[in-house]
């Protein structure tokens, strides 16, 4: 039959194919993720003709896609922590919604000695933090700078990072949530550096020993007794 020939054709691709491609849910690999806060928003430029599909019914909940009027941009806003995948025309996207409660100090030494560098970190809570960054600056960067402006947070919601104080003084740092805003202010003294004093070096005095002096005895000389004889009657 001619039904069998199409299918026996390698070049011949089965209509489910087709339509399976077309519905198939869109994978974060394939996408191009982007991350924002809970009431944060970000833009996406398109073209004129391009519709934006795929959001699920959940997914609405967690983004608000909206088309400006000019049809050349797409304004995305976190509505709660979640995840979203849809398209912009042919492109697809995964959007991390992304709350932050509160940062707060976790090991982050205030008195830090100038040229001596201190390892810093901070605690990000809240939900989908590691999908954020954490930014760090310093309101006076002659006094103490930052290694990284811009560090990781980790699954365990920890952000770290390294203060490199210069000289005497003071200065904030400011430790801020990339996605949402969020941010931490500690404010840090730096020491001058300590000079370390070196004792001077002094050579031992020797006395020369001395040899105790000997007074000489002298010799005593033995007084011999003559032998007397006794008298004969």
Partial sequence: PVFSIFLKNPYFTPISAIFLSITAPITADAATTKVVGVNKTFSIAKKASAKVSGLSKAEKNIVKVTINKNKKKVTVKGLKAGKATFKVGSKSYTVRVTK?????????????????????????????????????????????????????????????????????????????????????????????????????????????????????????????TPATTPAVS
């Fill in 100 to 224: 932050v409660t509160s940062i707060k100090k976790k090991t982050f030494a205030t008195t830090l000695t100038a040229k001596m560098n201190k390892n810093v970190s901070v605690t990000v809570n809240g939900t989908n933090v590691k999908y954020d960054k954490a930014t760090w600056t310093s309101s006076n960067k002659k006094v103490v700078t930052v290694k990284s402006a811009t560090t990781k947070i980790s699954s365990k919601k920890v952000a770290s990072n390294t203060l490199k104080p210069l000289k005497k003084g003071t200065a904030t740092i400011t430790v801020k949530s990339k996605a949402t805003g969020k941010s931490l202010k500690v404010k840090v003294t730096v020491k001058a550096a300590t000079t370390a004093t070196t004792a001077p070096t002094t050579t031992p005095s020797v006395t020369p020993a001395t040899t105790p002096a000997v007074s000489a005895t002298p010799d005593a000389t033995a007084t011999v």
